[in-house]
T-cell receptor
Framework: DAGVIQSPRHEVTEMGQEVTLRCKPI?????LFWYRQTMMRGLELLIY????????DSGMPEDRFSAKMPNASFSTLKIQPSEPRDSAVYFC????????????FGDGTRLSIL | SQKIEQNSEALNIQEGKTATLTCNYT??????LQWYRQDPGRGPVFLLL?????KEKRKERLKVTFDTTLKQSLFHITASQPADSATYLC???????????FGSGTRLLVRP
């Protein structure tokens, strides 16, 4: 079975540029989560969707960040304009309904903003 | 304030011994607690889930306990192997949300 697929795996760009991270969840999963991981703050939830609808975006750091889920098999996380403090590893995860269901993570996008 | 605490120092043990990792939390009332394993350059991988009304859960060489009075979970790996070396993350889940709140993780090193 294909797991959660994220692209790109690595992204290096200059401050001020727009960055788009992509995620394909596991087929049949109706929850999708975006996380950010840094040494200082650990793994933090940014936003999650249920059936393509954003449910909780309280972790989105500021208006420069936006996330969309146009259909059940694709989601994007966009940063515009990017800043050096956005440098982190961004993970996407998906799960089935039910609080006892585990979240399945992709291998992340390592983002470096110069 | 709300906190989840895991040992920030790496746990270094000899192969064959039991590894015990601790997860303490304050000012949360989780309905579920999950443990994940993370290898360098990879995403976290789910290991075990335990509910608030369960005291203990086992899966092969893994055992998790959950004490809601002490606000603590212990994660045990028996007969540890070098392949168990990784970072282990605990995560809390409230009944009212699907929002997982992660601890900072403990790095486990198993020496051959």
């Amino acid at each position: 079975d294909a797991g959660v697929i994220q692209s790109p795996r690595h992204e290096v760009t200059e401050m001020g540029q727009e960055v788009t991270l992509r995620c394909k969840p596991i087929s049949g999963h109706d929850y999708l989560f975006w996380y950010r991981q840094t040494m200082m703050r650990g793994l933090e939830l940014l936003i999650y969707f249920n059936n393509n609808v954003p449910i909780d975006d309280s972790g989105m750091p500021e208006d420069r960040f936006s996330a969309k889920m146009p259909n059940a098999s694709f989601s994007t996380l966009k940063i515009q304009p990017s800043e050096p403090r956005d440098s982190a590893v961004y993970f996407c995860a998906s799960s089935s309904s039910g609080h006892f269901q585990p979240q399945h993570f992709g291998d992340g996008t390592r983002l470096s903003i110069l | 304030s709300q906190k989840i605490e895991q040992n920030s120092e790496a746990l270094n043990i000899q192969e064959g011994k039991t590894a015990t990792l601790t997860c303490n939390y304050t000012n949360y009332s989780p309905a579920y607690l999950q443990w994940y394993r993370q290898d360098p350059g990879r995403g976290p991988v789910f290991l075990l889930l335990i509910r608030e009304n369960e005291k203990e859960k086992r899966k092969e060489r893994l055992k998790v306990t959950f004490d809601t009075t002490l606000k603590q979970s212990l994660f045990h790996i028996t007969a540890s192997q070098p392949a168990d070396s990784a970072t282990y993350l605990c995560a809390l889940l409230m009944d009212s949300s699907y929002k997982l709140i992660f601890g900072s993780g403990t790095r486990l090193l198993v020496r051959p």
